[in-house]
């Protein structure tokens, strides 16, 4: 995993998120489903000793432990070498899947067990025009659902450069990242099993937990072309996946309009 000093990975998961996201109102989401499944492209719910060899590690560390995948961030602080530079900064664990997709559901079920986020991000390593390419994510914590584009929020190339004069640029900043962002409020527990599904369709992305609509966000780094990269992300200690199923997809509104 690469490390920018211009704009630290950790900031995604950070309070900037908290303070860039525009709180949103929950009646703003859409009620019914914004994608219809095509094909399934991946499913695993740990339950076998093998396992799919498009998982990787991006930033460990993930276990395979009693049928389930967990994830433990143990990157919580810097880590500054003999020189006196910092050689890596605080980072959740993220756990990678090699599968293309453009429009996709995602669902699986988590729980919190000491994490103070899960999350589920879309990459595109090629593309340059954000950092690492980041295109968007879905981030899940016990009050509230943030969603963002990185494309052209977070993790831009525009951003990177107005935070070399973070001062100057203090209001355009707050603007950037409130305009690729939202937050919605939600009340969740610990040790408990909740289905996310996560759907990304154009430039739209909307989550629900258990069935009900918990965020919702139309932004344009969302319809990037090619996500190269799903990634699964836990903050703390500790967070659990299980039952991933990954869909190819099209709008529901295709349905729609051949009725």
């Not at 994608?35 to 560390?61: Q, S």
């Not at 900064?89 to 000491?114: D, M, S």
């Not at 996500?227 to 990954?246: L, P």
Request: aromatic share 8%; proline share 3%; glycine share 8%.
């Amino acid at each position: 995993m690469r490390f920018s000093a211009v704009l630290p990975v950790a900031v995604l998961y950070a309070s900037i998120l908290s303070i860039g996201a525009h709180a949103a109102d929950i009646s703003s989401i859409p009620t019914e489903p914004i994608a219809k499944k095509k094909e399934l492209l991946f499913k695993d719910n740990f339950k076998g000793a093998v396992h799919d060899k498009r998982w990787h590690d991006v930033v460990e560390t993930f276990s395979f432990e009693k049928g389930y995948l967990k994830g433990t961030q143990t990157r919580d602080h810097d880590v500054v070498g003999p020189d006196g530079k910092v050689t890596s900064t605080p980072h959740a664990a993220v756990y990678g899947l090699e599968i293309p997709t453009h429009n996709t559901v995602i669902e699986c079920k988590i729980r919190f067990e000491g994490a103070n986020l899960i999350d589920v991000e879309f990459d595109d390593r090629k593309f340059t025009g954000s950092h690492y390419g980041h295109l968007c994510r879905a981030q899940v914590k016990l009050d509230r659902v943030i969603m963002v584009d990185e494309r052209d929020g977070s993790q831009s190339n525009e951003l990177i450069e107005l935070r070399k004069d973070s001062v100057r640029n203090k209001a355009a900043i707050s603007r950037l990242l409130a305009e690729h962002s939202a937050s919605y409020p939600i009340k969740l527990v610990a040790h408990k099993w909740y289905k996310l599904c996560v759907e990304t369709v154009e430039d739209e992305m909307r989550v629900t937990i258990d069935g009900k609509p918990a965020g919702y966000l139309k932004s344009a780094g969302i319809g990037h072309v090619t996500k190269s990269k799903i990634e699964f992300g836990v903050g703390g200690k500790d967070g659990w996946y299980t039952d991933v199923k990954v869909w190819n997809a099209e709008p529901a509104s295709a349905e729609t309009s051949e009725n």
